[in-house]
């Protein structure tokens, strides 16, 4: 394993943290509104969540490419702040990511809600819990298993796109390449050992995940007794 | 400090439609079968459920008025409410749900002290216990108890005791009784359970179908013959004795205003009130006084009105019994046989006494 090769990893590990936290922060708000919503949009936003789920990551890199370009409605935006064009750098990747892993993160979540149900809410206000209080007291620790869930899934699924991060992302160096990219090139230039430790990290680090989630993560959600 | 309720709303084919004053003190019963709404007007008096067409006051202080568009949010009502299963808070101990409402009540309103609460209601040893490690019962004494200590004005109680065995019953009943000792605390008590409410209420309002039926002091209402058979079989009144005399044969004598009757012996000191309940079925008439009857107990009373049953075969029959009412449930044969009409004096035979507290 050479430089670029830490590079890409630890570029990856910075991907999936930025990310995962975004994840969790935009990611629970939606999940609140669709578990609690009685809104005719719910089934729409619902479906939009989890198109990426079974779109190739390419049509959703497309997309979200021409988004980002000059003539994009995001990039026009960016551009007007100053902030130049989004793709082919950092937080152009985050974003992306952000849409690819949406629905990993956003289900577990809602349907801890949803078991929760509305009556701890109910008795929360009964004693005194203004909606925003009881969400963070009562709501949040008890929907945790969920919580967990969607953050170890979206970190994992981040970590392992590949298709997205071409198509936004391209293949430069410290800044877009990242581990999946980095086992490509390497195989490509014929790089069998250097693809074999990647790939095989790879591997180990998706096993462990699952397997922290499957054997630690509490069981069902948190209901009242 | 009365209660002024009002509340119109609609539930899919549901109706609820209710105008109600209840007393600012003791304990109000609502009570009707599954379906009757009595649910549902609790839920909106806490603001849980919005009425459209509503108003709710306790005396000068109004929190829903929607005439003048007036919602007070349920968090903002100084209210407790027990639900029918306890709905504790899995994450937080013992202590930590009961802390949950007090740390966000005013303090200027806190009126408790939580080891005052948790000692009167027997979960003081609990504290620090997680909610998966108690007993039913002991659950709904500490959501009691987490309601208490958020310093309500009012407590509203959703069928507190349907989820529970009848032991755990005992267990709370007694407790639920010193609430309304000593606080003047003014309670409403949802309950399908007539034993229940004879047993607690100081008020009754009868529901059925979304609609009141009847309203009004406890042993007013459960005398009155005119009411549909909500009651059915468990027709009956309710009336406050005390004890008179311990004899030595086993029994107690209980006087009350219309007379005494004979119970089997019970623990109190003389002088101590006792609430019993005379089911209709257990009241048989006599014209002249039987003394060829095993049946001990047997009162002079007048008959003041009578009524069908939800039974054709059978009547009801309204007594008076030097000022106090009595409910008899007789054959209609028998009614006819002995003439049984408004103003004529007979002999009322007690045949079972149900000893509430």
Known sequence: MDDSDFAAIWLTLRLATVVTVVLLIVGTRIAWWLAHTRSPFKGAVGALVALPLVLPPTVLGFYLLIAMGPSGPLGRFTESLGLGLLPFTFTGLVIASVFYSLPFVVQPIQNAFEAIGVRPMEVAATLRASPRDAFWSVALPLARPGLVSGAILGFAHTVGEFGIVLMIGGNIPNKTRVVSVQIYDHVEALEYAQAHWLAGGMVLFSFLVLLTLYTFNPAPPGKTV | ?357
């Not at chain 2, 107690?252 to 006792?274: C, H, K, M, N, W």
């Not at chain 2, 060829?292 to 049953?309: F, R």
């Open chain 2, 1 to 357: 400090m009365d209660i002024q309720a009002r509340f119109r709303l609609e539930r899919g084919d549901f109706t609820l439609d209710v105008e109600l004053t209840l007393p600012g003190s003791g304990i109000s019963a609502l009570f009707g079968h599954s379906g009757s709404g009595k649910t549902t007007c609790l839920r909106a008096m806490a603001g849980l459920e919005r009425a459209s067409h509503a108003y709710f006051a306790i005396g000068h202080r109004v929190w829903q008025d929607e005439a003048s568009g007036l919602f007070v949010p349920p968090h903002q009502r100084p209210l407790g409410f027990v639900f029918q299963e306890p709905s504790l808070f899995p994450h937080l101990t013992v202590r930590g749900n009961m802390a949950f409402g007090q740390k966000r009540a005013a303090c200027g309103d806190r009126r408790f002290s939580l080891p005052t609460i948790a000692e009167l209601l027997g979960i003081a040893a609990l504290l620090d216990r997680s909610p998966g490690e108690l007993s039913g019962g002991e659950r709904q004494r500490v959501a009691i108890a987490r309601a208490l200590l958020a310093s309500p004005q009012i407590l509203l109680m959703d069928e507190p005791l349907a989820a529970l065995d009848l032991k755990r019953k005992l267990e709370i009943l007694p407790y639920l009784e010193r609430l309304h000792e000593e606080f003047s605390l003014p309670i409403i008590y949802v309950s399908h359970s007539p034993d229940e409410v004879a047993r607690l209420a100081n008020h009754l309002v009868l529901l059925d179908q979304g609609r009141l039926v009847a309203s009004g002091p406890l042993r007013e209402v459960l005398s009155r013959i005119d009411l549909p058979a909500i009651f059915a079989d468990d027709a009956g009144v309710v009336i406050e004795t005390r004890i008179a005399a311990q004899e030595a044969d086993g029994l107690s004598r209980l006087e009350f205003a219309g007379g005494q009757i004979y119970v089997s012996r019970r623990d109190e000191p003389l002088g101590a009130r006792v609430r019993c309940r005379i089911h209709a079925r257990n009241v048989s008439l006599a014209l002249v006084p039987q003394l060829h009857t095993s049946i001990l107990n047997s009162v002079d009373a007048c008959v003041v009105d009578l009524a069908p049953t939800d039974t054709p075969g059978h009547v009801l029959v309204r007594l008076d019994v030097a000022g106090e009412a009595l409910l008899a449930r007789i054959t209609r044969r028998s009614a006819d046989r002995l003439r049984i009409r408004p103003g004529l004096a007979v002999k009322a035979q007690i045949k079972a006494v149900a000893l509430l507290a």
